[in-house]
């Protein structure tokens, strides 16, 4: 089973509007960290936001936000106020604590497109 | 602070030869991780390395290895190049590589096994 599975190969928003990309994962750990990453085209993997298994709230950076929802094991990325420098890769990982994990599972990613 | 480092940026190899890949975290940082990301594959753990031992090592051929130093740079090496080695190769740190911590990315070296 995918550990982390992202649904939206593609999503296409109008600059100004809110984006929200979809994230689930599969973990039997209890602590657990979630984390968003940007890849523009240069290749560069830009850290977003961070969401421990622990946390009660929701994490916000900026115009991200992170709707966390234990239970149903997901973690939606939400871009308000897209700007055309949002246009980018989106990954969605995981790091586990269980064993000697120490690494980041990755989804395949969101293509994000912002149009003017 | 400087963030993670790596070179070369790009490289281009033929079939056979073996290539050194180099990775400087941030300050401070003990943990180093590489990933290869591909187009067919997407991201793939390759290995982390902290205080110079390997705590874990992704699903790869033995060809590809790594070792980190005192001071806590990486290399990554894969010997015998194979075209289906062209990739991005990141690589990331943090300070004890925890759960709780956020890896920090480099910039990537881009291999073409020609």
């Known amino acids: 089973a995918q550990k982390i599975t992202q649904t939206q190969p593609g999503m296409f928003v109008q600059e100004k509007e809110a984006v929200t990309l979809d994230c689930t994962y599969d973990t039997s750990d209890q602590s657990y960290g979630l984390f968003w990453y940007k890849q523009p085209s240069s290749g560069e993997m830009i850290f977003l936001i961070y969401?421990?298994?622990?946390?009660?709230q929701n994490a916000t950076e900026g115009r991200y936000s992170l709707n966390f929802q234990k239970a149903r094991k997901s973690a939606n990325l939400v871009i308000s106020a897209s700007q055309l420098g949002d246009s980018a890769m989106y990954f969605c990982a995981m790091r586990e604590s269980g064993g000697s994990n120490y690494k980041l599972t990755f989804g395949k990613g969101t293509l994000l497109t912002v149009n003017p | 602070k400087a963030g993670v480092t790596q070179t070369p940026r790009y490289l281009i190899k033929t079939r056979g030869q073996q290539v050194t890949l180099s990775c400087s975290p941030i300050s401070g940082h003990r943990s180093v991780s590489w990933y290869q990301q591909t187009p067919g594959q997407g991201l793939q753990f390759l290995f982390e390395y902290f205080s110079e031992t390997q705590r874990n090592k992704g699903n790869f051929p033995g060809r590809f290895s790594g070792r980190q130093f005192s001071n806590s740079r990486s290399e990554m090496n894969v010997s015998t190049l194979e075209l289906g080695d062209s990739a991005l190769y990141l690589c990331?740190?943090?300070?004890?590589?925890?759960?709780?911590?956020?890896?920090?990315f480099g910039p990537g070296t881009r291999l073409l096994v020609l």
């Open positions: 969401q421990g298994s622990y946390d009660e």
């Open positions: 990331a740190s943090s300070l004890y590589g925890t759960e709780k911590e956020t890896q920090y």
